[in-house]
């Protein structure tokens, strides 16, 4: 079966295009296969696509060009130019033979499909029978492949030798798609690879191609706002960079943002906008008219809040004086200060990345300087923050009106053309099937030592990210048992890689410089031995309060082993993750967005912090997501012997769950409590404070008088040290 995806909402009023699918749709009842409506990727140099791109896996190409034309308005034609309407144009028949040309090179570049397809080019006039048209022009365009109102299709169906194999059909759809940039020079792997480096290769071209899902996100442009949910993993930066690429390609004169609020994410964006605009252009973006924008921004790098404020002549906040307004949100509080002034409309189109990152105040202001129709598209991580499983609405985004009214709304029927306001991505092909299960036990404290820390409560929020309640009703006490299916994680990395490293590794120290010597001691093996690039590493510290105080010292013994790496943001550009030739030594908050294939997570023993058990569950969850492929987990002490526990009885349990469904109002109060162990963390280092001024005399008293007490204290002391 032929399945329609239709790239801009114009589809809903295009008849003459309805009535030709409407034909085509039962043509192909007995193969794979996909129609473009309006595909940016087959544009000639006018810059005008073809109506209709179809590919399927026991046909040749074909492309359609359809003609809106009755009889009478076509006044005459030659070979080159036809005269409709009193207007010459250049003969259709040369544009779609030059899509069919553009087409039929891109598939000649891969080996693979070499010889394999001969792309078919058609004009169509529906409105027009061929025995009228012949009456009117004899001897014209006998040798052209015309669709006519007889609905005779015959002509364009050139069936194949023989059915496209499964890897000629995946190249075939990454071109359709407009993907193939990213497996550009990978060429064909085996796909028993025993080392890490040619394993990652063949995931590079596995992953490289979107599902319908995701093909439909980033292929269709909507007339107004869009959400694109998913899981991590699900491919949403890349999907909202390829929709940019697409935009700014059919639309090079509108203005067009792309924001996220991760500044390492910059490199990243930029690198793909600029492979998938350049698999069609010979030049690169107009970054004019394309701004790659973090969200705050400054006078040494651009950014929304900062131009916006110099557009207007308004003089921006700096972090001091926002943080005077708000110490806690600073960054809201310059959104706040700009939704106080008189805000120009500037862009035609909005991306947003890490949607879930972001207060309403800023969306506030991204609806200010978009223009009607507010075509502003945000990417909501589902399962970024894990706090909890009801994503802001827009109204608590964009807000309302003066007559309270949703200033956006994604209720209702789909735009014209099917195109959906609101997508959910199922799939998550970044993270292997053992992996993400890891991220999320870790992340929701399934199988923590006292009870889930975080739940989804419902079956269709399992359901939404991938999961089945196979067991068990979800109230509080019932036996729970949930399932993944494999399909909702396709990642073939354990079907490729045949070598001897495990997807998931976890190893405790007695102390923190022989954790840092193993990592730095690995690294060097997974260059030298196995064959990675050192930009396909990265090394992430779950303890935040000592990033400092941990990762220069491993980047100290990195340097010893001639190994170069980067710290975005401490000594390093914020930017800089993922350069060529180095590792990425990295936070938690700097890893976002980001991904690699060998993440290491050390200091895992930050896990069962007193103050940050909700805050170090969501940074492992994140930080176990970033990985493609292989997942490094070390520790010191007894923090990190418990971690190992609790990490080997989720992984006995995959590819399923099994836990004891938790009380939701003890879920609830987990804010609540937290902000009490902050106070009584706040409380004693007080009173411990006041007890180093003591005059030593007193102490001296107090162990005459109050032995028990200080013999107690003393107690108390020594044990926490051991932990």
Not at 172 to 190: D, E, R, V
Request: a negative charge; charged letters at 25%; aromatic letters at 10%.
């Amino acid at each position: 079966m032929i399945e329609l995806n239709v790239t801009l909402p114009e589809y809903a009023t295009d008849e003459p295009a309805k009535r030709i699918w409407s034909w085509i749709e039962g043509e192909f009842p007995d193969t794979e296969g996909i129609c473009y409506y309006k595909h940016p990727v087959f544009m000639t140099e006018s810059i005008i696509s073809p109506d209709f791109t179809l590919i399927a896996k026991k046909y040749n190409p074909i492309i359609i060009c359809c003609l809106p034309w009755q009889l009478e308005d076509i006044e005459s034609i030659d070979e080159n130019f036809w005269k409709i309407n009193g207007k010459e144009i250049d003969s259709p028949l040369y544009e779609a033979e030059d899509y069919a040309v553009t087409l039929q090179s891109k598939f000649d570049k891969h080996r693979v499909l070499r010889h394999r397809l001969r792309t078919v080019n058609a004009i169509a006039l529906p409105l027009i029978y061929k025995a009228q048209f012949e009456e009117k022009f004899p001897d014209q365009l006998n040798d052209e492949i015309i669709i006519w109102k007889d609905k005779d299709l015959n002509p364009i169906i050139n069936p194949l030798e023989s059915e496209l194999k499964e890897e000629e059909w995946r190249t075939l759809k990454s071109i359709a798609q407009g993907i193939n940039p990213l497996t550009k020079g990978l060429g064909l792997i085996h796909k028993d690879a025993d080392k890490l480096g040619d394993a990652i290769k063949y995931i590079d071209r596995y992953i490289a191609l979107l599902d319908e899902e995701q093909a439909k996100a980033a292929l269709q442009i909507a007339p107004g706002p869009q959400r694109i949910r998913g899981l991590a993993g699900t491919g949403k930066t890349v999907l909202l960079a390829m929709k940019a690429a697409n935009i700014h390609l059919r639309y090079p004169e509108k203005k067009i943002l792309f924001t996220f609020n991760t500044q390492s994410l910059y490199n990243q964006v930029r690198a793909l906008i600029i492979k998938f605009y350049r698999f069609h252009s010979e030049i690169d973006p107009d970054w004019d008219n394309l701004h790659i924008r973090h969200a705050w921004g400054g006078y040494s790098r651009p950014g929304v809040y900062f131009d916006a404020c110099m557009r207007h002549g308004i003089a921006p906040l700096q972090l001091k004086e926002a943080r005077i307004l708000d110490r806690d949100h600073p960054f809201t509080a310059c959104c706040t200060q700009l939704l106080n002034k008189d805000i120009e409309p500037y862009y035609d189109y909005i991306m947003v990345d890490e949607a879930q990152d972001f207060h309403s105040e800023y969306f506030k202001l991204l609806y200010k300087l978009s223009k009607p129709n507010h075509c502003i598209y945000w990417v909501y991580d589902e399962l970024q923050s894990l706090f909890g499983e009801q994503i802001p609405s827009p109204k608590k985004l964009f807000g309302a009106d003066k007559n309270g009214n949703d200033l956006v709304s994604l209720e209702g029927e789909p735009y014209p053309g099917g195109i959906e306001k609101d997508f959910v991505l199922h799939r998550s092909y970044r993270c292997p099937h053992k992996i993400l299960m890891l991220a999320h036990a870790i992340g929701l404290g399934l199988y923590s030592p006292d009870r889930p820390i975080q739940i989804l409560s419902t079956k269709d929020s399992w359901d939404s990210f991938g999961y089945v309640v196979e067991e068990g009703e979800l109230v509080e006490g019932n036996e729970i048992t949930i399932y993944r299916p494999p399909e909702n994680s396709p990642t073939p990395i354990s079907r490729i890689y045949n070598g001897s490293n495990p997807e998931i590794v976890t190893k405790t120290f007695k102390d923190k410089n022989e954790e840092l010597d193993w990592i730095a001691d690995s690294i060097k093996r997974d260059i030298e031995v196995e064959n990675v690039l050192p930009e396909h590493i990265v090394v992430i510290c779950l303890d935040a309060l000592k990033m400092k105080q941990y990762l220069p010292p491993l980047q100290k013994k990195l340097i010893d082993l001639n190994i170069r790496s980067n710290i975005p943001g401490l000594g390093s550009d914020v930017s800089a993750f993922g350069e060529v030739g180095n590792v990425t030594l990295s936070t938690v908050f700097r890893a976002k967005g980001n991904e690699s294939y060998i993440v290491y997570i050390f200091s895992f023993e930050a896990l069962y912090d007193y103050v940050e058990e909700l805050q170090n569950r969501n940074r492992a969850f994140t930080a176990i997501s970033r990985s493609k492929a292989w997942v490094r987990i070390t520790g010191v002490g007894p923090g990190m012997l418990d971690a190992e526990n609790e990490i080997n009885k989720i992984l006995k349990d995959q590819p399923r769950f099994k836990f004891t469904f938790p009380d939701l109002n003890s879920i609830r109060n987990l804010d609540a409590e937290t902000t009490r162990r902050r106070r009584e963390i706040q409380k004693v280092t007080g009173s411990l404070s006041d007890l180093t001024n003591v005059n030593p005399k007193v102490f001296a008293e107090l162990v005459k008088k109050q032995p028990e007490l200080v013999e107690k204290l003393i107690s108390q002391i020594s044990e926490a040290k051991k932990e």
